[in-house]
């Protein structure tokens, strides 16, 4: 097969046995020399160009690590996360404002899998404010002694013809 006179990004990849996305990643940390062209499909090189940078530059492979994403870029993908799982936005406004408070501490930096604590941290909060808004808290001006529909114990027992204790 011919040596191509023209290199996109799937050639390069194809030159120097990286995947295509290690040769974007490259060209977008500016990494790669720059591009004869521009098109629509991506950047080009002659095949010249492109050839002398391939002997002369021996990319370790501790470069193809990516760049850790910022932690806005984290609290954005844990946001969008928790709201594919029908999470409403409080219970993630809590688990973000949590999860920050634990990173600030040196030994929450330890968690393992964040976005797991994410999620069961989530789950915990949605479990709470459920169970508090199923079982109101009586209020104190009402006397206990009240049936289902509000009646007093006294007027039911009244209805039916009963009464306390008899």
Not at 77 to 88: D, K, M, T, Y
Request: glycine letters at 8%; hydrophobic letters at 35%.
């Amino acid at each position: 097969m011919a040596k191509p006179q023209m290199f996109g990004i799937a050639e390069l990849a194809a030159a120097t046995g990286r995947p295509r996305g290690t040769i974007s990643q490259w060209y977008r940390r500016g990494k790669l020399p720059d591009p004869t062209a521009r098109l629509a499909m991506g950047p080009v090189w002659t095949g010249s160009d492109i050839e002398d940078w391939i002997t002369t530059q021996r990319v370790p492979d501790a470069t193809l690590v990516p760049d850790p994403p910022s932690r806005s870029e984290v609290h954005e993908q844990i946001a969008q996360a928790l709201a594919r799982l029908g999470f409403p936005q409080a219970v993630t406004t809590q688990v973000l404002d949590e999860l920050r408070t634990l990173l600030e501490d040196p030994a929450g930096r330890q968690t393992t899998d964040i976005g797991l604590w994410c999620v069961n941290r989530a789950t915990e909060i949605r479990n709470e404010l459920s169970a508090s808004r199923r079982s109101p808290s009586p209020a104190a001006d009402e006397p206990e002694d009240r049936c289902p529909h509000g009646l007093g114990l006294a007027r039911v027992q009244a209805l039916h013809g009963r009464r306390r204790g008899a």
